[in-house]
């Protein structure tokens, strides 16, 4: 986990500091910015990939991206995009995101990542904002005259000491409801979450959003018997599981005990030797809500 921020467009503010501060806890191990034609990106870290040379927000080309998150097969974009003569210099995912931008444009390079990310790119002209495919890591925006203003989360967009704080009635309602407030409102009114999947580009203050990944209506697979069924489920989880424990770090699972989540520490513990650690979260005195039994007899089951 990251934590990304900044602005784009022109502004006579510049609270750098605080806004990639209120993300500290994004990214405790490094803070960085850099400055663009019209605006800045800034990244707090959280070392995964690279954890020397990875260093944020990353130049290629014409483009400089910020991201939050990781993008699993950038082994082999970067392989591809060396034989077309590209030079990297770190290792680090977000560098093979700036070269495919600056190689085959917003549009493909979004369609041949695997991953989950928000990505703000740029070539200094225009701001691309970016979502992965379901939504996994956060991404908020907002207009201030003719400055679009983005960060991880609500608290960086809250850092501008000129922006309102009006709460959006709507989004409480969804909140009270739902328990979360889906995309595009928030609770504040003015500032909207990306939605999954999506993708803004602002260019000469003009904003243009769209869906660039829709979910595949199901095949249908009628014709075949259970034990094929759980095969294919088998093979699916195994190979997803698999692109993300690549990392030079020890590898946890949240663990509730439940179906999902045991599944994927049985998928980690098989693919990785060293002992892997698992984490539960308790709520004393709400019954309902403790799944530390059956996470601790899974947590067993898998030493």
């Given at each position: 986990?990251?934590?990304i ?10 609270p ?54 990781e ?17 990297f ?15 085959v ?9 695997e ?15 970016a ?68 993708l803004?580009h602002?260019?000469?203050?003009r ?16 014709g ?18 698999r ?22 520490a ?10 892997l ?27």
């Amino acid at each position: 986990m990251c934590g990304i921020a900044g602005a784009f467009g022109p502004t006579r503010l510049h609270p750098r500091a605080a806004v990639l501060a209120a993300l500290a806890h994004r990214g405790p191990d490094d803070s960085h910015h850099v400055q663009l034609e019209q605006g800045w990106l800034g990244v707090r870290r959280l070392s995964i990939v690279d954890i020397e040379g990875g260093r944020q927000p990353v130049r290629s080309g014409r483009i400089t991206v910020a991201m939050n998150g990781e993008v699993y097969n950038h082994g082999p974009l970067r392989r591809e995009l060396e034989a077309n003569g590209r030079v990297f210099h770190a290792q680090s995912d977000t560098e093979v995101v700036a070269a495919l931008i600056d190689e085959v444009g917003i549009d493909r390079a979004l369609e041949r990542m695997e991953g989950q990310f928000a990505i703000a790119a740029s070539d200094g002209r225009q701001l691309w904002l970016a979502r992965d495919r379901l939504g996994q890591k956060p991404l908020y925006w907002t207009m201030r005259g003719e400055e679009l203003r983005f960060g991880s989360e609500l608290k960086a967009l809250l850092s501008w000491p000129d922006q309102p704080r009006s709460l959006d009635r709507v989004g409480l309602q969804q909140l009270l409801m739902w328990e979360y407030i889906p995309a595009p409102r928030s609770i504040y009114e003015g500032v909207q979450k990306l939605a999954r999947g999506s993708l803004l580009h602002l260019e000469q203050g003009r904003i243009q959003q769209r869906t660039w990944w829709r979910p595949p209506l199901p095949s249908d697979h009628r014709g075949l018997g259970r034990e094929r069924w759980a095969q294919s489920v088998r093979t699916a989880m195994y190979a997803a599981t698999r692109k993300r424990v690549q990392t030079e770090l020890p590898i946890a699972v949240l663990l509730s005990g439940g179906i999902d989540s045991s599944i994927v520490a049985a998928q980690v513990r098989a693919q990785r030797a060293e002992t892997l650690n698992t984490f539960s979260v308790v709520f004393p005195g709400q019954p309902s809500f403790d799944e530390s039994g059956p996470a601790r007899r899974m947590a067993d089951h898998l030493q």
